[in-house]
């Protein structure tokens, strides 16, 4: 199984335009929705090039960036959440985390449930990695994925967080 990851500000923009385009008609939003979602593609790569994440995970829980763990059951999650908004249940089940823990959770770089990785999270995993000593520094950056998922972590971070799908 691979994982498709995208900034989440390209992948909110591609729902609005199916959303509006669903609706039929014209688009209503200012800018235009295909309109905004070039905008946001023609700023560069939108997507991480790689699919698979044990070894990313794996170098993550070593510097502190993220930590093992299983999500909460949709169902459960849906049943114990009390919104009004199936939606919005919806929405805080993918942006879910383990309370008292710092990073990205691996469960959403190992499965493609549409997990959205906030820039909270992302910032709370690069600030881990500042703490790493240099020298280990030194040496996890010469692996060519590991610094290229530095980069998209900055990246990500700027553009609202992703989402692995």
Partial sequence: ???DLELADVAAAKYQLRDCQAAGGWCGHEPDCEAHLWRLLSLGPSEFPVRRFYDINETMQLTGMGYDAEPVPWLDFLRDAGEPSRHQ???RWRMQTVPGKTGIPSFKLLSNDR?????YEI??????YAEVP??????LETNARWASWLEWLALARERGGFEAE
């Fill in 1 to 3: 199984m691979g994982i």
């Fill in 89 to 91: 249940v919806f929405l």
């Fill in 115 to 119: 997990w959205l990785v906030t820039a």
């Fill in 123 to 128: 910032d709370e995993a690069l600030a881990a």
């Fill in 134 to 139: 240099a020298e280990q520094k030194a040496i």
